[in-house]
Nanobody, 114 residues
Framework: QVQLVESGGGLVQPGESLRLSCVASGSISRIVAMGWYRQAPGKQRELVAGIVSGGKTIYADSVKGRFTISRDSAKNTVYLQMNSLKPEDTAVYYC????????WGQGTQVTVSS
């Protein structure tokens, strides 16, 4: 089993930045990919960014050029640097880890509002 704990969410104004962190623990040696998803009220959960064990990254079109996913293997942590935030980025952000099963964190709220 894998446990994921997110942090770093909050309330910011449009144009500002946030960095989300996700610390993984448990059976992490067999994780093949990690990602960040988000879910806004009344909408389906969507992929924001992902990183696979080889380092390749993918991004949703809506965040390309503004968000960056990275990892620190020594700290078992994945980050999501979010710049130039927009009101439409407001959502609960979830960290995920893939083995034969997809594990989820508890989520962290990001609110972008003036």
């Amino acid at each position: 089993q894998v446990q994921l704990v997110e942090s770093g969410g909050g309330l910011v104004q449009p144009g500002e930045s946030l960095r989300l962190s996700c610390v993984a623990s448990g059976s992490i040696s067999r994780i093949v990919a990690m990602g960040w998803y988000r879910q806004a009220p009344g909408k389906q959960r969507e992929l924001v960014a992902g990183i696979v064990s080889g380092g390749k990254t993918i991004y949703a079109d809506s965040v390309k050029g503004r968000f960056t996913i990275s990892r620190d293997s020594a700290k078992n942590t994945v980050y999501l640097q979010m710049n130039s935030l927009k009101p439409e980025d407001t959502a609960v952000y979830y960290c995920s880890a893939d083995q034969s099963y997809r594990y989820w964190g508890q989520g962290t709220q990001v609110t972008v509002s003036s």
